[in-house]
C-alpha cells in the first residue's frame, strides 16, 4: 500500500512560481509511474504530468508544456511539480497520485494524496 501527501499549494499571482511536493510512504516499485493531475470547481480531473519512478520520458498536458517540470528524487521517495509563470486559470486542488501503467487518464491511478490548493490571482 502507498500513501501519497501533498504539499506546497499556496495563494501566488499571476506570473508568480509554486513548486508542489509529493511524498510517498510504502514501497515504490520500480515499475511505477507518478502523476499530477489538478481539479478545478465544476471541472473534471485533469492530467497535468507524468514520470516513470525509474526515469525516462517525461509526460505534459499541452496546456502546462513549457512552464511546468515534473521531477522525482528517489533517495526521498518525493516528487516535484515546479510551476513558473503560473495563470490564473491554473487555480485547482492538484493531486498527485500512483499507477502501475502511465497514462494520462486518471481512472487508471489506484493512489491518489488528499489535494493542495494552488490558487493564482489576476
Known amino acids: 500500500q502507498v500513501t501519497l501527501v501533498e504539499s506546497g499549494g499556496g495563494l501566488v499571482q499571476a506570473g508568480g512560481s509554486l513548486r508542489l511536493s509529493c511524498t510517498a510512504s510504502g514501497r515504490i516499485f520500480s515499475n511505477y509511474a507518478m502523476g499530477w493531475f489538478r481539479q478545478a470547481p465544476g471541472k473534471e480531473r485533469e492530467f497535468v504530468a507524468a514520470l516513470h519512478w525509474r526515469g525516462g520520458t517525461t509526460y505534459y498536458a499541452d496546456s502546462v508544456k513549457g512552464r511546468f517540470t515534473i521531477s522525482r528524487d528517489n533517495a526521498k521517495n518525493t516528487m516535484y511539480l515546479q510551476m513558473n509563470s503560473l495563470k490564473p486559470e491554473d487555480t485547482a486542488v492538484y493531486y498527485c497520485?500512483?499507477?502501475?501503467?502511465?497514462?494520462?487518464?486518471?481512472?487508471?491511478?489506484?493512489?491518489w494524496g488528499q489535494g493542495t490548493q494552488v490558487t493564482v490571482s489576476s
Open positions: 497520485a500512483a499507477t502501475v501503467v502511465i497514462s494520462t487518464s486518471p481512472d487508471r491511478y489506484r493512489n
